[in-house]
C-alpha cells in the first residue's frame, strides 16, 4: 500500500487565479517541446536498435556488433531523457519497468536472464510470449547482458538463439517505446491540457506542473543516490561498482549525463518564467553544470566505469557529483516548488 500511495503527491491547495492561468500555457510548452519529443526520440532510437540488432542476427560480423553497440549507446541516452517521466503512459502496462528493471539488488533479473540463454528458451524468442514473462528479461538490462555480457563476442560471427533473443528484447522495447510516445502524443497530452475541476487525473494544471518538477528532482535523487553514491561508497575499498547499471557497455556515466541534461532540459524551458525572480532555477542549473564537469574527464577518459570506480582520484570525482546532484533536486523539490505554490510529498523512490 506504502508503495502505491508514493506515487501520489500532496498539494496543500490547488493554485488559482492568475497563477493557474500561467501555470496552463508552461505546461503546454514543457509537455510539447521537451517531453513529447523526448519520447519521441526514445521510439525512434528503439526502431533504429531493434533494425541494428536485426541486421547482426542476419549477417553477423565485427562491423554489424559494433554497430548494434553503438544503437545501444544511443538507445540508453533517449531512454535516460524520459527516465524521469515514470508516470502516466509509463505506469500503463508495467512499461516503466519492462524498458529498465533497475536496481536489481538481488539480482534475480540478470539470473532470469541468464537462464533464458542456458536453455536457450524458444519462447523468449516470439514477441507475444516474451512479453508474458517477467518484466526484468525485456529491457535494457536484458539487451546489454545479451550484446555487452559474457559470451557475447560469439555475435561477430554466430547468431543463433543468443541473438534471437537479443532481437526479440529490441523488438518489444521499440513497441513499448512506439506506444509511449503514441500516449504522449494524443491522450495523455489531452488529459494534461484539459485539468481542471473536471478531470478524474488533475484538478489543475499547477498539480501537472507539480508532477513534472517532482519527477525531474526524483531522477536527480535517483541518479546521486542510487547510481552513484550507493555505488562508488564513501572509499575506493568500499566501491562495488558491478552495482551500477549498465557497467557492462560502460555506459553507467553517460546514462547519469544524459538524465542531468533532461533536467537541464527542463529547467531551461521556462519554468524560471513563472518565478517573479528565476535566481532559483539559475542556481539549479549551476548545479548541474558542477556534475558535468565532474564527470566530463571521466567519461572522455574511456576507463571502463568499474575500473574508475576504484581509481582514488576517479572516485573523488564520482563521490562529489553526487553532492551537486543532491542540491539541485533539493531546489527544485522544495524551494522551487515551494516558490510555486506547490507543496512537494511522496516521490518514486519511497516505498516499503
Given amino acids: 500500500m506504502r508503495a502505491v500511495m508514493a506515487l501520489a503527491l500532496v498539494l496543500v491547495a490547488a493554485p488559482v487565479g492568475a497563477q493557474e492561468r500561467a501555470f496552463a500555457p508552461a505546461v503546454d510548452r514543457l509537455v510539447n517541446t521537451v517531453i513529447v519529443p523526448a519520447y519521441e526520440r526514445f521510439a525512434e532510437a528503439a526502431s533504429d536498435q531493434h533494425a541494428r540488432v536485426d541486421a547482426l542476427c542476419a549477417a553477423p560480423s565485427a562491423e554489424a556488433l559494433s554497430a548494434a553497440h ?56 516470439t514477441l507475444a510470449t516474451l512479453t508474458q514473462k517477467s518484466v526484468a528479461v525485456q529491457g535494457l538490462v536484458a539487451l546489454e547482458f545479451t550484446l555487452f555480457g559474457s559470451g557475447s563476442d560469439s555475435l561477430a560471427a554466430h547468431a543463433g538463439f543468443r541473438c534471437a533473443y537479443a532481437r526479440t528484447v529490441a523488438k518489444a522495447m521499440a513497441a513499448v517505446g512506439a506506444d509511449m510516445a503514441q500516449a504522449w502524443r494524443g491522450s495523455f497530452a489531452q488529459t494534461l491540457a484539459e485539468a481542471g475541476s473536471d478531470n478524474p487525473t488533475y484538478r489543475s494544471h499547477g498539480e501537472v506542473l507539480q508532477d513534472i518538477l517532482q519527477a525531474a528532482a526524483t531522477q536527480l535523487e535517483l541518479a546521486g543516490v542510487q547510481k552513484l553514491s550507493a555505488v562508488v561508497g564513501k572509499a575506493p575499498d568500499d566501491a562495488k561498482p558491478k552495482r551500477a547499471p549498465l557497467w557492462r557497455s560502460n555506459l553507467t556515466l553517460p546514462m547519469v549525463a544524459a538524465n542531468v ?14 518565478l517573479d525572480d528565476d535566481t532559483l532555477v539559475k542556481s539549479a542549473l549551476f548545479e548541474l553544470a558542477q556534475v558535468d564537469r565532474a564527470l566530463a574527464p571521466l567519461m572522455e577518459s574511456g576507463e571502463p566505469f568499474l575500473d574508475l570506480a576504484q581509481n582514488e582520484g576517479a572516485h573523488r570525482r564520482l563521490a562529489y557529483a553526487a553532492i551537486p546532484l543532491g542540491a539541485a533536486q533539493r531546489l527544485i523539490a522544495e524551494r522551487i516548488q515551494g516558490a510555486l505554490g506547490l507543496a512537494a510529498g511522496f516521490n518514486a523512490l519511497d516505498g516499503d
Avoid at 76 to 104: K, S
Avoid at 107 to 112: M, V
Avoid at 261 to 274: C, H, I, K, P, S
Fill in 261 to 274: 541534461d533532461a533536467v537541464r532540459t527542463l529547467l531551461e524551458a521556462g519554468v524560471g518564467d513563472l
Fill in 70 to 125: 553503438e544503437g545501444f549507446g544511443d538507445l540508453v541516452a533517449a531512454y535516460a531523457h524520459i527516465e524521469p517521466y515514470r508516470f502516466g503512459p509509463a505506469r500503463d502496462e508495467n512499461r516503466y519497468e519492462r524498458l529498465f528493471f533497475w536496481p536489481d539488488r538481488r539480482g534475480r533479473g540478470l539470473r532470469q536472464v541468464q537462464r533464458i540463454l542456458a536453455e536457450e528458451d524458444e519462447s523468449a524468442t
